[in-house]
């Protein structure tokens, strides 16, 4: 049933793709549609690219592993749009762009900063486009138990194929109705879930007991090495056979299945999961993140701006703006997205609170993010209708996947043969083919991946790069083409290569403590050096003569 949703999903979404093939003539069609998209239709086509599978999985897993506090990040998602509609959407559309590296050089003259923002784009595409293959193909594996590789190739070819056919036309006509789909798909299933879980369990939503003793036999499937450490001495079954463990640290190795007898204490979990908190827990509750850590409100501040600034300075969002007729439709295309994610993010913690209490095992594995499409047969067994449920909500996870995609796969697309190289409707088209290739490649060999993690980090770098180009470029006269370049060289190697040294294996920063979370969140300190160094480069420069006239173009009314 599921493989049969998933199935007809990638077919319309090819189908109303193809609606965009004969629109297309030039570079301007392919890459924003004409400029003639409406801010209905914009504003869902954004929502629908926005919602990737990190919003649609990923933050009720995160409620199950980090608490109440991972509320916080679709109040920084959310809040990025605000930000948006303020400082960025009509100026961003007065520039005549075609892509955010295209702003860089109408606004600051340098073609060279231009190739360097490409570079930009490939990065953040890169780190955001291949958590989506990855999370399909798990989706499908975990749902149908087909093969890891054919959810990565399907959604692959699907999502290179629609934009090959229709660009950002195609895109926004798959992304508008995937959006729809998917609240549809998000919203139904919650309100029968709650319907169906009944006055006690919904009892135990709003205080979920602490996850300490295994209430029933419960299998553990780690997808990623993991050490536990046991209280006491247990006897467990791993992959069918019985083994007896004495107290202490314990390795339980990627893709084997524990079983915990009911009554058995639950293990901690050692290494850089240790600092979380236990599902149900007094440390839960507390509407901070990083609870377990000796600085949550720094913790709950780093991912607030990641994300708000992040968003503010993703490339295929901010692409979108420049579909809009004038800057007058951009800023209501922002408002209006801002109501829609609103909207939309009501319910991730239905299902987030659901899941701590029925699948608080999946804290051990680290394999939060499948809650969601196990919830219907926890709370209505075996049975047609949480079949149909299961089914229906992995072809809503399905549609994020492919929404998202093919938003990054056009800013990645249009980097490589808009910005990087001489532009043209056949190379844009030959290049989204082939990036595709590239990212379904590595995402084949990447299916361990932390795919909030790694989409989280997209977000760091465009917090730490895009943003404080579009800001001081947008409101502040003085910045120039140098100035950019060093911010956004030390915004970039600043947060790569902060995470990098985190997440290395045998990293010599020790795990927990202030220093590890400002390395693997460094938006806190990396956005601010960012900002100083363009600002403080800018100042010993001199602003070329024309920028007091392109300020005037970005905030000039729009006629009406």
Known sequence: MTGA????????????????????????DFLVASRQTSPLLNAAAVSGEYLSAASFLGVAGLVIKEGTGALWYPVGFTAGYLLMLALVAAPMRRTGALTVPGFAEARLGSPRLRRFSAIVVVVIAGLYLVPQFVAAGQLLTLVSDVPYWVGVVVAGA??????????????????????VLKLLLFAGPAIWLLIVAGPELRGQMAAPPEFTTFTRDTDVDFRLDTTLVLPSPLAVVVDGEPRALGAGPHPATADTVWTFPAGAPVPYVAGAAEDLPVPGSAAWGVPLLGTGSDSPLLATWSVLVATALGTMGLPHIIVRFHTAPDGRAARRTAAITVGLLGTFYLFPIVYGLLGTVLTPELYLSEGTD???????????GDGLASSIVTALLAAGAFAAFLATSLGLLLALAGALAHDLMPSGLRRLRLSALAAAAVVVTAALFASRVDVSAAVTSSFAVAASTFCPLLVLGIWWRRLTARGALAGMTAGLLGSLGAMALAAVPGSPVPAGGTVALLLSQPALWSVPLAFVIMISVSLTDHAPPWAEATMLRLHLADRR
């Open 158 to 179: 699907a999502v290179s194929i629609t934009l090959a056919l229709g660009g950002m036309r195609a895109a926004t006509y798959v992304q508008a109705f995937q959006f």
């Open 370 to 380: 499948t809650a969601v499409v196990m919830l219907p047969g926890r709370v209505a």
């Open 5 to 28: 949703a998933v199935v007809a999903l990638v077919l319309v979404t090819v189908l109303i793709g193809a609606r965009g093939v004969a629109a297309m003539r030039t570079t301007s």
